[in-house]
């Protein structure tokens, strides 16, 4: 599946926008917990709503099985996050569970967890909210500011806490590394 035609550019423009918003500049970390307050919403850790032990049951049962989810209570849109997962983890779901929240995606799959309800979306939405949340922690601005100090993709991932995947995935397909040879 491939994104529509556009939608990059306009991720980098409201990442930019809501950096902004935040006080933030272009190649500031970005907190996800920090932008989920200011967008009125609730994280929650899944181990103040079940036991670490049945996190850990699910987790053996199937690994990664629940990283992240946005459920919707009474109007308010709650996202709740797995501490089994690294930091950087956490903030690429977290991340994405926003960017499903800023880019006004339905909620429209119901999937359960142990019992509970939660909504998952569209396969092209999803992979909208994924490169969505790269873009809001890692936008070319800050990837060029990288590149131009020359930081490993390693570095990257360890300064603005994002999983060193994400880090690769972003420095590679932003094209920052060619664009701050060129420059320098
Ligand atoms: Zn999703």
């Known amino acids: 599946m491939t994104l529509r035609r556009g939608f990059k550019a306009e991720a980098e423009r409201e990442a930019a926008r809501v950096r902004r918003e ?3 500049a272009p ?5 996800p917990r920090e932008l989920a307050r200011h967008l ?9 709503l079940v036991t670490m ?6 987790e053996r049962l199937q690994s990664f099985s629940f990283s992240a989810a946005t459920f919707e209570i009474q109007n308010r849109k709650i996202i709740v996050v797995s501490p089994l997962r690294s930091v950087g983890r956490q903030n690429s779901d977290l991340a994405h569970e ?6 006004k995606h339905d909620l429209s799959e119901i999937k359960e967890l142990d019992g509970m309800p939660f909504r998952t979306c569209r396969p092209d939405e999803e992979e909208e909210a994924t490169a969505f949340g790269g ?3 890692l936008p070319r601005p800050l990837l060029l500011s990288a590149a131009r100090r020359r930081a490993s993709v390693e ?3 360890n300064d603005y806490d994002v999983t060193v995947e994400m880090a690769r995935f972003r420095y590679s397909t932003t094209g920052v590394a060619k664009q701050a040879l060129n420059h320098s």
Do not use: C, N
């Open 27 to 31: 190649h500031d970390r970005l907190d």
């Open 135 to 137: 873009t809001l922690l």
């Open 40 to 48: 009125g919403l609730a994280i929650v850790d899944a181990a103040d």
């Open 22 to 24: 935040l006080g933030l």
């Open 98 to 103: 926003l960017s499903h929240v800023m880019l």
């Open 155 to 157: 570095q990257i991932a």
């Open 53 to 58: 032990s049945e996190l850990e049951e699910l």
